[in-house]
């Protein structure tokens, strides 16, 4: 997946507009890793995380979470990445899609403040490792560092 860096890269320079290079950003991460089946990146807004870009076989119905509300909300409260290997022995669990099986967030950190996170769901159970854990928080830092800077 380190890979791919260079790519995130140039997709962020190409695209100077924070919301072309989100959804470039996300097409790239779901059509490169196989197991990434639906890839989302949610900015805060308020009390709210609010879907920006996304990619996967269909839309969700969760464009807008409270934060602390599920597995997204929890990330963002806590401002960690949270993996979960099986989503169905959740209960904080907003259940998007039949498929899934396990989910990582990773959020957005600027400073101190969550201004944002990738959402990555899976059709394979424990799906996400330490590589993607590493991977997905340069991307996330990378997005940061282009379009949130102070």
Not at 57 to 85: M, W
């Amino acid at each position: 997946m380190r890979k791919l860096l260079p790519r995130v890269r140039g997709l962020i320079t190409e695209h100077p507009e924070s919301g072309a290079g989100m959804q470039a950003v996300v097409t790239l991460l779901r059509s490169r890793v196989a197991h990434y089946n639906w890839v989302g990146i949610y900015l805060v807004q308020g009390d709210k995380l609010v879907l920006e870009a996304w990619d996967g076989p269909e839309a969700t119905g969760h464009v807008s979470i409270d934060i602390g509300q599920g597995i997204c909300g929890l990330a963002a409260r806590k401002k960690e990445t949270v993996v979960v290997d099986d989503v169905h022995s959740q209960d904080e669990y907003l259940a998007c899609f039949p498929e899934t099986k396990s989910e990582i967030v990773v959020p957005m950190l600027r400073g101190e403040e969550c201004i944002g996170e990738i959402d990555i769901d899976s059709d394979t159970p424990s799906a996400f490792g330490k590589d993607d854990r590493e991977f997905l928080e340069e991307v996330a830092q990378l997005l940061v560092s282009a379009y949130f800077s102070l």
